[in-house]
């Protein structure tokens, strides 16, 4: 197992210097700091709605900091399941702090303090998915690294101008980890909570890339942006409901997508046993008519 997570990051380190080399470089736009909503609606606060609709994330991250040490209330067995789950809540509760600051005068120098702490929950939840689906070893281990190349994409794109690094960090996550929920035996139950946050946080984005839309849709009440913050924080809302619910998976053997084509099969069962039933009560009716 050890040598096959080696090759896996080797593989995984080439693709990316491949990806480097073969692919443009990827400037922030400056326009990205223009959000549709710049409203001062109380106490002079610039981007009023888009800097306290931050809030949830300091509520669920400080809720889901509690609840990993009180009690040990979410049952996390494993010593890399606390670190990955302690750094991915931090970096929840951190996100109300960096995106508020941003908000209050966006620019690319405090928009370094947004991103950071989304990193290192992105990253955090990589490693958490590889010590529940892969190893153990290999997920604990990954955690500082993973984190560390989160804020080295972060520390690139400022120095060099490039997001491609930063982008890789954000969206590869966005990719592997509702497919591994699905194509991968879980060690818990409730795997599909993992969907629903995946789910939220595409939402999210597609939110954002329609800021302006939203904006008019809603007749100037509130933004795309703005309902984008509230979206993304359902993210640590299921996790959290997740991590509440969940216990052992007793078939290990099992995946997501199993158990789809189990209730996709049923229900076509069913679904043909009442057919043939009305089919027959039918003919029988019919019968006593003639």
């Known amino acids: 197992m050890e040598r096959k997570a080696k090759y896996g990051w080797a593989a995984a380190v080439v693709c990316f210097l491949v990806l480097m080399v073969v692919t443009p470089a990827i400037?922030?736009?400056?326009?990205?700091?223009?959000?549709?909503?710049?409203?001062?609606?109380f106490l002079g606060i610039p981007n009023t709605l888009n800097v306290i609709s931050n809030f949830p994330f300091l509520v669920v991250g400080i809720i889901g900091l509690i609840l990993c040490y009180h009690g040990n209330y979410f049952i996390l067995s494993l010593e890399g399941e606390i670190w990955g789950w302690t750094c991915f809540f931090l970096g929840v509760a951190a996100v109300a702090f960096g995106s508020s600051y941003y908000?209050?005068?966006?620019?690319?120098?405090?928009?370094?303090?947004d991103?950071?702490?989304?990193?290192i929950a992105f990253t955090s939840i990589v490693a958490i998915f590889i010590i529940e689906r892969v190893n153990e070893t290999t997920g604990t281990t990954?955690?500082?690294?993973?984190?560390?190349?989160?804020?080295?994409s972060i520390l690139y794109w400022r120095l060099f101008d490039d997001l491609?690094?930063?982008?890789?960090?954000?969206?590869?996550?966005?990719i592997a980890i509702p497919a591994m929920a699905i194509l991968m035996p879980p060690a818990y139950t409730h795997s599909s909570y993992w969907l629903w946050a995946a789910g939220f946080y595409l939402l999210a984005k597609v939110l954002e890339a329609e800021d302006v839309?939203?904006?008019?849709?809603?007749?100037?009440?509130?933004?795309?942006?703005?309902?984008k913050h509230l979206s993304a924080a359902m993210v640590p809302v299921f996790l959290t409901l997740m991590l509440a619910k969940r216990s052992v998976e007793p078939d290990r053997t099992t995946t997501l997508l199993d158990k789809w084509r189990l209730s996709?099969?049923?229900?076509?069962?069913?679904?043909f046993f009442k057919a043939e039933r009305l089919d027959c009560e039918y003919a029988v009716v019919s019968g006593r008519e003639g």
Do not use: K, N
């Open 264 to 271: 996709w099969v049923r229900v076509s069962e069913r679904g």
């Open 142 to 152: 990954s955690i500082l690294p993973l984190v560390a190349a989160g804020a080295v």
């Open 27 to 41: 400037p922030q736009s400056q326009e990205y700091h223009q959000f549709a909503d710049q409203r001062r609606l």
């Open 103 to 113: 908000h209050l005068d966006p620019d690319d120098a405090t928009l370094v303090w």
């Open 164 to 174: 491609r690094p930063y982008a890789v960090v954000q969206f590869v996550p966005c």
């Open 213 to 227: 839309v939203v904006y008019r849709w809603t007749g100037h009440v509130i933004s795309g942006h703005t309902l």
């Open 115 to 119: 991103r950071l702490p989304m990193t």
